[in-house]
C-alpha cells in the first residue's frame, strides 16, 4: 500500500503514463551552471516511444519517449538566475504534470548511515543553532524515506520517515515551523555544512540551495552500491558479506539513490563507514577492501549521474570509544583501517578519486544522546567540511573568511588541517613534509572528548603517555614522545636513531594527542613509507613533428563535463578513444576545458587544480602520448577565465613556455572576464611566437585554437597568420536551433580558410542530451563538409552504440580531412530554397581527388525531397557521376546533371561522394 499512495502523487490521472521522480516537484531546486556547476536534467516515464514536451519557464524541449521502456530525458540550458519557474511536462496523450515554483542554486546531496541521520535536534547548542534557520531562509530540504530493494527503482517508495515529511520538498519557512519540528530531525551534517558553506560563499552567497538527505542508519558500504560498481574490484566481488534488508548489496543504492540518478549535484558529503568497520571480513585486508569499494563506489555514483566527476566530501570517521580505553580494544575496533582508507579518496599522484575532500575528525570523539559512536560535536565536523567543500568544489585556495550571520560569529580559516605530503631520513631524523600552506604553527594538543551536555570529559593519557607518530625501526613499531617532536611551517621532525623505513601517525582509535596547524584544524592519520628524493632528469626531445594541415579531430571536455573533469576521467578518456575505435578513425587530441588552474606561483607560472590533478599537467602529457594521443588545454587571454579561473593576460609567455615544458599538444585560448588588451591580436600573437620558439626547439608542434573571429574581411585578413584555427559563433548548444545557427556563420568565414588553418563551429554535440538520432547525424556531416575542427563534447567511455557509429565513420571523416580541390578546404552552402517555412539546404566540397561531397539537410519540419544541380556544385552539365552514400556504405545508382534525394525526414540528410565515371 505503501508503494501506491507513493506512486498517486506521480500520477495525475488515473490511466496516465506520464511518471517522473518525487524530486521533480514543487519548490525543487535545480543543479545551476554557474561557478563551476554543472547543468541541469529531468527525466521520466512516459508512453513507449510518444513524445515529452517540457516547458521551463519561457524554453521549451521536446523530447521522444524510448520505444521500449518509455524513459526520457533532457539537458535543461544552462541559468545563473534563481528566479523561480514553473515547470509543465506534457505527453502525446494529453497527461500533463505542472512543477511549481522550481528554482536554479546548489544541491547538495548528504549519504550514508546513522551519523549522517543523526538530527539537529541532538547537535551541541540545539536550540540555537536551529534559530540560524531564520538567516538561511533560501535552503530547501528533502527527507527521503527509509526503504531498499533488490532492482533499481525510478521513483521512491514509502518507507520510515524521521522529519515527518518525506519524498517532497520543504521551504524553509516549513522547515522551521512549529518550534523547528521538521529541521529538528533533519540531517545535522547536512544542514550545518550548507550553513556554513553560504557563509564562506564570496560569489551570490545567497544563491538558493537544496539539501537532499538520504541516509539509512546501521548500513555498509555494499549496499550502496550499485551492481556495476562490484566489478571495478574484482579481488573482493565474492567475499562481499550475505546479508538482508538494509544491509544487502545494492539494497540502498536501488531504493534511495537511483531515482536520484539525473538529478545535477554541487556534491555529495559522505558520512559512513562504522557498519564495515564494526563488521570485519576475516582473512581480508580491512582498509584495502574498504577503501577499493568506497572508491568503486564513488565512480559509479558519478557514472551513473553522466555529469562529470561532481565534488565528493568524505567525513573521516571519529573515535567511537572513550579516552582511555585499553589499545588492545581500540585496535579491534576497525575505526583505524576505515580512515586509512577513507583518506585514499583524497586527491593524490595516480590516486583513483580526485575532485574530493575530507573532513578530518579524529579529535572529535565524544558522547552524545545516541552514544558514543555518535559524538555530538556535529557543529565542528560540518564546518570542517564545509571549509573542504568550498575548496573542492569552487577551486578556492588558502584562506577563507567565513562573514558574521545573526548570532553566529565570523572567522578566518585555511581550508585544510595539515596534510601529509612524504617522509623521508635524514642526519636530523625523520623529517616529513606537508603541503604547503596546510602546516603553518604547527604543534601537538591534547584531545578531550565531549559529554552529552558538551562538556568536557577531559583526556586519560594525552601527549605526555600517548604520543601520536611511531617510527619503524629494526622490526619493531616505537613511539616518538612528544619532547622529540619539532615543527616548522610545512615540516616535521621526528628525532629517532636507527634506519627508519616507515612513520605512522595517529593509530589508535581515540587518538590521545593531535597535531594542530595554527587554525586548530588537525593532521589526518596516515601510514607512509620513506621516500628518497625525486629524479630530476629531463626527457629527451622527439623527432619534430609536421604541423597539422587537416582540422584537428579529438575531445574536449566542456560540453558533457563542465568543471567536473579530473585527471582520472582524463586517462579514462583517453583509454576509450584508443579501446573504441575513435583512434583508428583518426581521433588524436583530447583537451581539457575550463576549470583546471587555480592560481599562479610567486615567479607566475600557472598552478593546476590540487584537487582535479594532483599528478599535474606534464602527467597526463605522458600519459596521452604513452597512449599514442595528444593532450591540449584552455587558457584565456583576459585576466580571468570564463569560470574566473587565472587567465593569460600579461603571462602568454610563462605560460607557452609551461605548457611547451609539459608537452601540450594543443592550446585553446579564450576571451572571457576581466582585464583583457584593445587589440584582440596582441595576445594570439604571443602565444604564437612562443609556441613557433618551442617548436623549433623540442620539436612538438602546439596547435593553437583563439576565440574569435567571425568577419571574413576584418580578423578574417589575418588571423590565419597566427591561429590553426578560430572560433566563429557562439557556444553550440544541444538542440537543432543552436547547430544551424552555427553553421550558418561558419559557412560566412568560408573563403578565409586554407589547409592548416580552420574556421571553428565549435565542439560536437553528438552523443548528448538534446538532438535526435538524425539531428546529430546532420550536425556531424555538417561540421565534415565544412572542415570544421571535430572534437566529441560527449561521454566517451560510456558511449552509445549509435554515437561511436556516427563519431567514427570514416567515409564522412574522411570528407573533413580531405585538403580540398586547389586547397579550398572548407565546403560551403551552394543553395538554399525555402518550401513555406521550411528551408532546404545543398553543400558542398569539392575534394583534391577531384570527387564532389554532396550534403543535403531539411531544416524544415515536414519531409521533402531535395536535389542539387550540377550548376550548383560547379560540375559540368552532362557529366555522369557514380554516387556513394557515405552513411549507409553503398554504392548508388548514377546520376547525371542532378543528384536528388526523396522523403528527407524532418532535421535529417543524405550525404553522398560523386566520383566521375
Known sequence: MKTVLALLCLIPAATSKLIVPQWISDGMILQMNRQYGARSFLNGISDAG?????????????????????????????????ASINIAITNTAGDKINVNGATFGDVLFCSGQSNMVFPMENVLNATEELATLANFQQFRFFQTALNYSSTPLDVLEGGACTAGICNSWVDAQTAGAKNYTYLKNFSAMCYLTARELTRLRTIDAGTPVGLVQSAYGGTRVEAWMPESAFDSCPQYKNLVPARKDQNAAMALYN????????????????????????????????????????????ASWRDKKGMGDFAWITQQLPPSVVSGTPMSQQLETGRIQIRLAEAETVPHTDGLTDISGMSVGLDMGGRSAWGVDHPPNKNEMSRRMALSLYHVAFGVQGRFTAAPVGSLKGYNSYWTGPVFKSATQTADGVVISVDEGSGFGMSLKDVEGLNVNGSSAGCTLCCAKMPPFEVFVNGNWSTIPASSVTTATDVITLKVQGTVSQVRYAWSDFVECVLYNNDSLPLGPFLANLTSSPSTEIAPVGVKEQPIQSPPLGFNSWNFYHCNIDENTVKKVIDAMVANGMKDAGYQYVNIDDCWQVGRTSNGTIIPDPVRFPSGMKHLADYAHSKGMKFGVYTARAQNTCQDRPGSYGMEVIDADTYCDWGIDYVKIDVCHGQDYKNVSSSWMKFHSRFEACYQNTGRYIVQSVESCGDPNTCGQWVPNMANLWRTGGDVQANWESVMH?????????????????????MLEVGDVGLSYDEEVSHFSIWAIMSSAMLAGTDLVNPSNETLAILTNKEVIAVNQDLGLNNVIQGKMVNSTKIGNDQLQVWGKHMSNGDVAVLLVNNGAAAHTITASWEELGIPSGKAMKVRDLWTHTDLSPATNSYSRANIKSHACAFVLLSPQ
Open 255 to 298: 531504493a534511495m539513490i537511483n531515482p536520484f540518478k539525473t538529478m545535477s549535484v554541487r556534491a555529495t558529503i559522505w558520512y559512513q563507514g562504522e557498519a564495515n568497520a564494526d563488521e570485519k571480513i576475516a582473512g581480508v585486508d580491512q582498509t584495502a577492501y574498504y577503501a577499493c569499494m568506497y572508491q568503486a563506489m564513488i
Open 50 to 82: 510518444s513524445k515529452v514536451t517540457i516547458t521551463a519557464g519561457s524554453t521549451k524541449y521536446i523530447v521522444d519517449a524510448d520505444p521500449v521502456d518509455g524513459k526520457w530525458e533532457v539537458m535543461i540550458n544552462p541559468s545563473s538566475s534563481h
Open 742 to 762: 552555427n553553421a550558418a556563420v561558419n559557412n560566412a568565414m568560408q573563403t578565409i580558410a586554407k589547409p592548416g588553418h580552420f574556421n571553428d563551429a565549435d
